[in-house]
C-alpha cells in the first residue's frame, strides 16, 4: 500500500468553477501536510501547508485535513485559467522526510 | 522560503555515460534532497545531503549509480552514473530552510534524456 493515495484525474474544468482536490494517507505518524503546484516544466512550488485537523484558507486556495479519516483536500475557488497545472499533495512526519502523491493535473478552460 | 537553481536544465545522453547535475541555494541551508520525478508518477526521494557527511539513500538507491557531493551550505552535486534509458526523468533537488517543520522547497529540476 502506497503512504499517499491521490485521486489521479485529470481534472477539466471552466473558469470560474470550484475545484476539489483529495488525497488519503495510511499512517497516522503524518503530522504535517502541504500542497505543492507544478506548473509544466517546473519545479513543485508550496502552495499550502497546515499541521491541523481543521480548514485553512489562503485566498482562492483552501486546505482541508481531517486526520481521523486520513483524508486531506484541497479546494480551489473561482478557478483561472493560471491555475492550470499539476497539484501534488505531501505529508510529513518531522522527520524530514516527505511522502507525496503522484499529482493531479488540473487543467481550467477559459 | 529559498531560490534554488539547477544546472543543466536538461540534457540528452548517451547510453554508457554519466551526467553531473548542479543544485545552488541563494541561503545557507542544512538539509538538501535529491528527488526522481518520472512520468505519472510521485516524486522518489533518492537521498538526503547533509553537509559535513555522508548522504543518506533510500532504499533502492546507491551510491555507485548516484553519488553526492555536499560541499558546502549552498551547493550540492548528484550524479547520475553509467546512464541507461531506464533513468531517464526529472532530477529535482529540495532545500529545508528549518523555519517550518517539514516544509521543503524545490529548485526547477533537471530533465534528463538517455539514448
Known amino acids: 500500500q502506497k503512504e499517499v493515495e491521490q485521486d489521479p484525474g485529470p481534472l477539466s474544468v471552466p473558469e470560474g468553477a470550484i475545484v476539489s482536490l483529495n488525497c488519503t494517507y495510511s499512517?497516522?505518524?503524518?503530522?504535517?501536510f502541504m500542497w505543492y503546484r507544478q506548473y509544466s516544466r517546473k519545479g513543485p512550488e508550496l502552495l499550502m501547508y497546515t499541521y491541523s485537523s481543521g480548514n485553512k484558507e489562503d485566498g482562492r486556495f483552501t486546505a482541508q485535513v481531517d486526520k481521523s479519516s486520513k483524508y486531506i483536500s484541497l479546494f480551489i475557488r473561482d478557478s483561472q485559467p493560471s491555475d492550470s497545472a499539476t497539484y501534488l499533495c505531501?505529508?510529513?512526519?518531522?522527520?524530514?522526510?516527505?511522502?507525496f502523491g503522484a499529482g493531479t493535473t488540473v487543467t481550467v478552460r477559459a | 522560503s529559498a531560490v534554488i537553481s539547477q544546472k543543466p536544465s536538461r540534457d540528452i545522453c548517451q547510453r554508457g555515460t554519466s551526467l553531473t547535475i548542479q543544485c545552488q541555494v541563494d541561503s545557507q541551508v542544512t538539509m538538501m534532497f535529491w528527488y526522481r520525478q518520472q512520468p505519472g508518477q510521485s516524486l522518489t526521494l533518492i537521498a538526503t545531503?547533509?553537509?559535513?557527511?555522508?548522504?543518506?539513500?533510500e532504499s533502492g538507491f546507491v551510491i555507485d549509480k548516484f553519488p553526492i557531493s555536499r560541499p558546502n551550505l549552498t551547493f550540492s552535486t548528484l550524479t547520475v552514473s553509467n546512464m541507461s534509458p531506464e533513468d531517464s526523468s526529472i532530477y529535482l533537488c529540495s532545500v529545508e530552510t528549518g523555519t517550518v517543520t517539514d516544509t521543503q522547497y524545490f529548485g526547477p529540476g533537471t530533465r534528463l534524456t538517455v539514448l
Open positions: 499512517n497516522s505518524a503524518f503530522q504535517y
Open positions: 505531501a505529508v510529513g512526519s518531522n522527520d524530514y522526510k516527505l511522502s
Open positions: 545531503a547533509n553537509q559535513g557527511s555522508e548522504a543518506t539513500y
